[in-house]
């Protein structure tokens, strides 16, 4: 049975109506004054976290965070004369990168960026590729043979590659330690929105999955959620960069719904970026309960026509409310 077929199920629509579902990819009954929307209860619970259940500022334009960065890349040995010249690295490193996400998954693709980060080490990558590539063709030679001089060969290259890969780990170590240098010097706050804690944990006492799915760079996003305390409040995190497609693509939802193993129709989506996180959960044929904070994108309207309710603030009683919990 397929996800919306399932849904069919609860909703008691006629083939028709379901096929245009299927075609168009959005759920019909949609409407916030829907009763027999109102009447679904929900498997899952699916979160935005920035501006959702986390207050934050950032500006990746400052000097401030370009000059950590520079200062970072110092300490390891890779000076770059100013901030202007290390930006112009960034982009060139990060073009091809966006291009192939961009070719994979189109408009709304995420590349994850933290090869970016390794790459400004420069010459350090260079060596490294090197000396794997070596390592490679060696053990390649002696996977077929079958003498002991050949085993203790292929023993050799692999506790060689072995090691190489100890390096690799090594070097993006220092590119998890750049990229986070320059996540927090961009930073200007960065707090839980008060009750955001106990209402995941409340959510899930009664029963319901308690799913992130965020718009990020998980090297950004995987040092903030342990700071935070989130790190294991939710049942699974789905972030953009690690799946290489953003929101507002349904595929992003589907995604985190089939790992999930429930139907769009069992699942709500809360978020505070009308087009990313209602829209697009709409698109993947999941409610939406839209919350409009302090950092909705500005031209966000007070209340969504797209959300089965509209909430002022991070109102998680409201949330509660409607959930009937």
Known sequence: MGEYEACSRRWGLSNSILNVINERGVTAGHAADSPRRRGLSYDAIFFDLYGT???????????????????????????????????????????????????????????????????????????????????????????????????????????????NAAVRESRMDMARALAWTFRQASTSMLRLYPGA???????????????????AQSCYTRPELAMLGLEYAFDRIVISSEIGVRKPSPAIFRRAAQAEGVAPCRVLMVGNDERSDIMGAAGAGIDGVYMRTE???????????????????????????????
């Open 295 to 325: 950092i909705s994108p500005t031209g966000d309207p007070q209340t969504s026509q797209h959300a089965v309710r509209s909430l002022t603030g991070p109102d998680y009683a409201g949330l509660l409310g409607y959930l009937n919990i």
């Open 197 to 215: 804690l106990e209402l995941l944990a409340r959510l899930r006492s009664v029963g319901l999955r308690v799913v992130l799915v965020s718009n």
């Open 53 to 163: 259940l986390v207050d934050i500022r950032t500006d990746e334009e400052s000097t401030a965070a370009w000059g950590a960065l520079r200062a970072a890349l110092a300490e390891y040995g890779v000076p770059y004369p100013g901030n202007a010249s290390l930006r112009a690295r960034f982009e060139t490193l990060a073009e091809p990168i966006r291009a192939a996400a961009f070719a994979a998954h189109g408009a709304h693709a995420e590349p994850d960026l933290l090869p970016v980060f390794a790459g400004l080490m420069g010459c350090r990558d260079a060596a490294l590729a090197d000396l794997a590539s070596r390592a490679d063709a060696v053990l390649a030679r002696f996977r077929e043979c079958d003498d002991v001089i050949c085993r203790d060969s292929q023993a050799a290259a692999q506790t060689s590659l072995e090691g």
